[in-house]
């Protein structure tokens, strides 16, 4: 439909919807003379050659769809001003349906009437008195009533899989798994402590358990509860680089250690579950280049995840037939996280050392990743002018205590200090070799020198130009 519409017939529409605004800013002329331009400087090149389009708009500008939509809104009315006219016309886009009651004639003579209204715009009629696929609707017609179903073309992929779905793993969906293992204070606990003794040595083993599979691990977190009763728990949340089935790790960990362990993907992200597993532990043990998740506030969870949260726990009691379900609260105002502050981020920037725009946007990125947005949705929302006062800003302060130190004290006592302090790194002081050296060829009395470079020092001047 878009490159057969005609440029007159298109420029016609877009007047006539302009000429109806209440608001008549911009101008009408205005607009029409930019969609003029539009398509007349509509260029591509295809096989080394170049090509200007001359009738019809292309797909891809951004007023091409409302361009078309406006076109088709006269076809419209002047196919539904002829004597014959179905009783229902609804349209998307160039797809129409329409119901008629006089017959299967009727439609094939409006079908050839709207075809000649226009040269360029023809339709082509698909009909049936039974069912009929309409976008993606199958419509049966039962006992005078329209019954529906989803439709979908043959050459339909059907990529949309559930999350739950067994073959998760061919779309590339990382799973995030928290890990528990019991470790009792008996006989038992002793030789299993024997066997994990501190966090990371349960923390191999787990890798080692999933890395049997086809899965890698990306990194992990391990950490250690003491519970009320004496007992201890290892807590582990550990990301893969696609989804695998936790049975081959199970049956690894029984068979070479003896343990059973609980596994869980309750949480919506890593970051939701890394959170849990450090609550209670600060000497958790992370993965080697684990990325940082504790250098500020946690994001706000989204309705989305907390949503999917909700449905599995629902179906999970309706498959092991529990009546009863909590529900999720709904977190009232005041309890909402507040987005970050230009504070939280400047922070972020001195714990991190971070100096440039660049390694902002890679460690804003490192933590998206992982679930954790707060970062990414400050960037994205703020003008890089911003962002950029706010780095220029913040190390700005950092040093000011030292620049208006240095801005009270004199060129000598400046001096003096630099003379007690090491080169610079690679110097290893030749400088002062080659500065002798300099005098000596220049036939210069290095006392003399010295003490003229002393002397403008002791006067404040701004500039000492050594020629």
């Known amino acids: 439909m878009f490159p057969n519409i005609d440029n007159d017939l298109g420029l016609l529409a877009v ?40 009738h019809g708009t292309a797909m891809g500008p951004k007023n091409a769809c409302s361009y078309a939509d406006l076109t088709m809104g006269i076809i419209d009315e002047r196919a539904k001003s002829g004597e014959i006219k179905p009783n229902l016309w609804w349209r998307y886009r160039d797809d129409i349906f329409d119901l008629w009651t006089q017959g299967t004639a009727k439609p094939l003579e409006f079908t050839d009437f709207i075809n000649s209204l226009y040269p360029t715009i023809k339709f082509t009629l698909v009909y049936s008195e039974v069912s009929l ?45 928290n890990i528990n293992l019991p470790v009792l204070q008996d006989f038992r606990s002793r030789a299993d402590l024997s066997k994990f003794p501190n966090r990371r040595d ?99 969870t989204t309705n989305a995840s907390m949503a999917k949260i909700q449905t599995g726990q629902k179906r999970s009691a309706a498959v092991q037939g529990r009546g009863n379900v909590c529900k999720g609260k709904k977190r009232s105002k005041k309890e909402k996280e507040k987005r970050l502050s230009a504070f939280d981020v400047s922070e972020v920037i001195l714990k991190r050392n971070i100096k440039t725009m660049t390694e902002l946007h890679a460690y804003a990125h490192e933590q998206r990743e992982e679930g954790k947005t707060d970062l990414v949705q400050f960037i994205l929302c703020k003008p890089p002018k911003a962002i950029q006062d706010l780095l220029d800003t913040t190390w700005r302060m950092k040093t000011a205590k030292e620049v208006l130190e240095r801005c009270k004290k004199s060129r000598m006592e400046l001096f003096n200090e630099a003379s007690k302090q090491d080169c610079r790194a690679g110097c290893n002081g030749v400088w002062l070799q080659c500065a002798k050296q300099i005098l000596e060829n220049n036939g210069i009395d290095k006392r003399k020198f010295g003490q003229a470079v002393v002397d403008l020092l002791k006067k404040d001047v701004g500039s000492i130009a050594i020629s």
């Not at 101008?27 to 090509?51: D, G, P, Q, W």
């Not at 043959?154 to 995030?176: F, V």
């Not at 003491?226 to 049975?247: E, F, I, P």
């Not at 250690?257 to 959170?275: L, P």
Request: net charge neutral.
């Open 15 to 54: 007047t006539q919807a302009l000429n109806s605004r209440s608001n008549q800013f911009p101008s009408t002329e205005c607009i029409v003379e930019a969609v003029k331009i539009c398509l007349a400087h509509n260029n591509s090149s295809f096989r080394k050659e170049h090509y200007l389009k001359i």
């Open 133 to 177: 696929n309409v976008l993606d609707l199958t419509l049966t017609l039962v006992d005078g009533l329209i019954q529906t179903d989803v439709y979908s073309k043959p050459t339909d992929n059907h990529l949309y899989l559930q999350r739950k779905s067994a073959s998760l793993h061919q779309i590339g969906i990382t799973e995030d798994i």
């Open 202 to 300: 349960f923390a191999e083993a787990l890798v080692t358990s999933f890395e049997k599979g086809s899965a890698k691990v990306k990194h992990w977190c391990c950490s250690r509860e003491n519970h009320a009763d004496g007992a201890k728990h290892y807590h582990m949340v550990l990301k893969l680089h696609k989804s695998q089935r936790w049975l081959q790790s199970k049956r690894f960990l029984e068979e070479n250690f003896a343990i059973e362990v609980n596994y869980s993907s309750n949480h919506h992200n890593y970051y939701s579950a890394w959170r849990y597993v450090t609550k209670e532990d600060s000497s958790y043990e992370e993965s080697e280049s684990h990325p940082d998740l504790n250098s500020y506030k946690e994001p706000k």
